[in-house]
């Protein structure tokens, strides 16, 4: 299903019942990030705010559940585009050996030359108001954090062309903005729109780029999928809204944009421009990224539809919008992915928590030994799947979204010494426990059945999982809280919750726990920072995520007699100059401010949104260590 305007579908997700209109006045400056935050971790629903202080309503949350992403799309089920996606592919690949084999082939290009984008002349929706003079000022862009360097777009479509091929090019990158003409351009640097600016720069040309918002919401997904260079990010949004987007000219440059967006923001980047300091950002790791220097974009004309509808989103402590954003990505990528990439792959799945590229979990149908470790090496040689940091490799049995059956089976499959594979390679610039800027290690779990095992003596009685709890409470101050319930339910993990004070500190705890075998036979043990609710699984496996370097952070140490395995020690601490002699600058957690908070909780019976929902950020502040975007111990 196509949309004409984001107000089409507005009015689609009003008449599902998914979306409520707020008429009272909230600040685009940190309350309606608080009030966003709130219903998206509730399960709420999009929300509309029609007084925000300038002269259009606001909407976010628009795709931030299962059934509003579908609708987004336009499918009843994630899995629809999924097989829509295959059988085009096999279409193509499979062999055509007569002549009517080949004529069969017909139809199905001609489905696809029906996607392809096409340039209209005259004027279009998105160019029927053009703002004179421009002003970004006059728009409803939020500052979403309290810490944040100030108001970003968060949802904006980025074009730009390729200078020596003409190629086209649709991103997302935040632009924090400076004034009524002026942002910031946050394009990373393994991004296709970065590549443009440095041929740019090399050729001393300045760099024409026009920023969307809104339109047929499938722009939005476009302009976040991982398409392999040089695929045009429009044919994607034409498959998925099986109809070809409508382009029109700008006004002062020569890209081309949607007709149907609700807001065009044309400029340009001056690649002989000093850089502009931009951030911090609370971004969608749950931390702060921080200050840094990126291109100026300079506007020289906005223009948008008389009906337009500022589109938003907000990132942080997950889950946020962007979490089902990477679901579709999912399912319309894993077949792209297994017939170009991995044949044997059967599953994919990226945990919320794993923002993404933190955590994989993948199935596949294994055939010989070592094939995992060859899948974990071609997926992060693929793509956007280089920034991935923890890889699971299981079985195509299990189900990859039952995260107690996976942790079992990890807990019976992995060897923590034959089983576990390091390698190194690029991160996001996002990751900030890397201890070199966008490069560092990845760690990769064979949790695949053995098809030649060793075999091992074992007393299942002499060998079962256990830790002397009192013991270690006793013995160890610097221990703050212990969860080891999971060794009851067979999985073989324990998680300490720990206060260190100097250097090699947890490395040292680790010796005299196996040498006074107040530990024996588990295969993984977590260490966290003290503040950390280790009740709080979800809390847990997103902090442990964003703070391990693997190859840093998880050691093994000489095992005791006896023993049948070592322990992987994993240290999902933060890092800290002095005591771990971490040289870079670490972030603090994204999290509201209490003055924002009780604003919005006095606010919220007018706002008509139901019973109060308490502000996720109340349970976050312990772990905040400082004031400001950086993390500084007391």
């Given at each position: 299903m196509s949309y004409r305007s984001l107000t089409h579908f507005v009015q689609c997700l009003e008449s599902a019942g998914e979306l409520i209109r707020i008429r009272e006045f909230v600040s685009p400056r940190l309350e309606i990030t608080d009030v966003a935050d709130r219903m998206v971790k509730a399960g709420g629903k999009a929300l509309l705010f029609e007084n925000t202080g300038t002269g259009f309503p606001l909407l976010i949350n628009a795709m931030a559940s299962d059934k509003r992403i579908c609708m987004a799309l336009g499918v009843r089920d994630l899995h629809e585009i999924e097989e829509s996606m295959a059988g085009l592919l096999l279409e193509f690949q499979s062999p055509k050996t007569t002549f009517l084999e080949k004529l069969k082939v017909l139809p199905a290009l001609q489905t696809v030359a029906s996607w392809i984008p096409r340039t209209k002349s005259g004027r279009a929706a998105c160019q029927e108001v053009v703002m004179d003079p421009p002003d970004l000022r006059k728009l409803p862009v939020l500052t979403c954090w309290p810490f944040d360097g100030g108001p970003f777009i968060t949802l904006p479509g980025v074009h730009t062309r390729c200078p020596q091929t003409g190629t086209r090019n649709l991103g997302m990158y935040r632009m924090q903005v400076f004034d009524a003409n002026l942002t910031g351009m946050h394009w990373h640097l393994h991004k296709g729109s970065a590549k443009h600016y440095r041929q740019y720069k090399e050729l001393g040309l300045k760099m024409p780029v026009t920023v969307t918002l809104g339109g047929d919401p499938a722009y939005i997904y476009a302009a976040t999928a991982p398409l392999p260079e040089n695929l045009d990010e429009y044919l994607l949004a034409g498959f998925l809204r099986r109809k070809r987007v409508e382009l029109v000219r700008c006004l002062t440059n020569d890209l081309e944009v949607p007709a149907d967006a609700d807001f065009v923001i044309e400029g340009y980047v001056d690649p002989s421009e000093d850089l502009i300091l931009e951030g911090p950002f609370g971004d969608h790791t749950g931390f702060y990224s921080l200050a840094d220097y990126f291109p100026r974009f300079h506007v020289t004309c906005i223009t948008h539809r008389r009906d337009a509808i500022y589109p938003a989103t907000i990132v942080g402590v997950p889950p946020q919008e962007d979490a089902w954003i990477g679901k579709a990505t999912e399912r319309i990528f894993l077949f792209p992915i297994r017939m170009t990439v991995v044949p044997e792959l059967t599953d994919m799945h990226m945990p919320m928590e794993g923002v993404f590229h933190n955590i994989a979990l993948t199935a596949i149908h294994k055939q010989f030994p070592g094939q995992a470790p060859k899948?974990?090496?071609?997926?992060?040689?693929?793509?956007?799947?280089?920034?991935?940091?923890?890889?699971?490799?299981?079985?195509?049995?299990?189900?990859?979204?039952?995260?107690?059956?996976?942790?079992?089976?990890?807990?019976?499959?992995?060897?923590?010494?034959?089983?576990?594979?390091?390698?190194?390679?690029?991160?996001?610039?996002?990751?900030?426990?890397?201890?070199?800027?966008?490069?560092?290690?990845?760690?990769?779990?064979?949790?695949?059945?053995?098809?030649?095992?060793?075999?091992?003596?074992?007393?299942?009685?002499?060998?079962?999982?256990?830790?002397?709890?009192?013991?270690?409470?006793?013995?160890?101050?610097?221990?703050?809280?212990?969860?080891?319930?999971?060794?009851?339910?067979?999985?073989?993990?324990?998680?300490?919750?720990?206060?260190?004070?100097?250097?090699?500190?947890?490395?040292?705890?680790?010796?005299?726990?196996?040498?006074?075998?107040?530990?024996?036979?588990?295969?993984?043990?977590?260490?966290?920072?003290?503040?950390?609710?280790?009740?709080?699984?979800?809390?847990?496996?997103?902090?442990?995520?964003n703070n391990i370097d693997p190859l840093r952070d998880c050691f093994v140490l000489d095992r005791n007699p006896g023993e049948k395995f070592p322990t992987l020690w994993i240290d999902g601490t933060s890092k800290d100059p002095e005591l771990d002699g971490f040289s870079r600058e670490w972030p603090n957690i994204v999290a509201m401010d209490p003055q924002t908070i009780r604003s919005v909780d006095e606010k919220w019976n007018s706002l008509k949104l139901g019973p109060l929902i308490p502000s996720p950020s109340a349970m976050l502040q312990t772990l905040v260590n400082s004031p400001g975007a950086i993390s500084k111990r007391p």
């Open positions: 899948v974990m090496n071609a997926l992060w040689g693929a793509g956007q799947m280089m920034f991935n940091k923890v890889m699971v490799v299981a079985d195509s049995n299990v189900d990859l979204h039952d995260y107690v059956t996976l942790a079992k089976v990890i807990s019976e499959k992995v060897d923590p010494l034959g089983d576990v594979h390091f390698s190194r390679g690029p991160v996001d610039i996002l990751d900030h426990s890397s201890p070199v800027y966008a490069y560092g290690s990845k760690i990769g779990l064979d949790a695949t059945s053995k098809l030649t095992p060793i075999q091992v003596a074992s007393d299942p009685v002499a060998d079962k999982p256990s830790i002397d709890k009192a013991a270690l409470k006793s013995e160890f101050f610097e221990i703050a809280g212990i969860r080891d319930d999971f060794l009851e339910a067979g999985i073989s993990l324990v998680i300490c919750s720990v206060r260190k004070s100097r250097k090699n500190h947890l490395r040292q705890i680790a010796e005299r726990m196996i040498q006074n075998n107040r530990i024996q036979h588990v295969k993984f043990v977590v260490l966290t920072d003290d503040q950390v609710d280790l009740t709080n699984l979800h809390q847990l496996t997103w902090l442990v995520a």
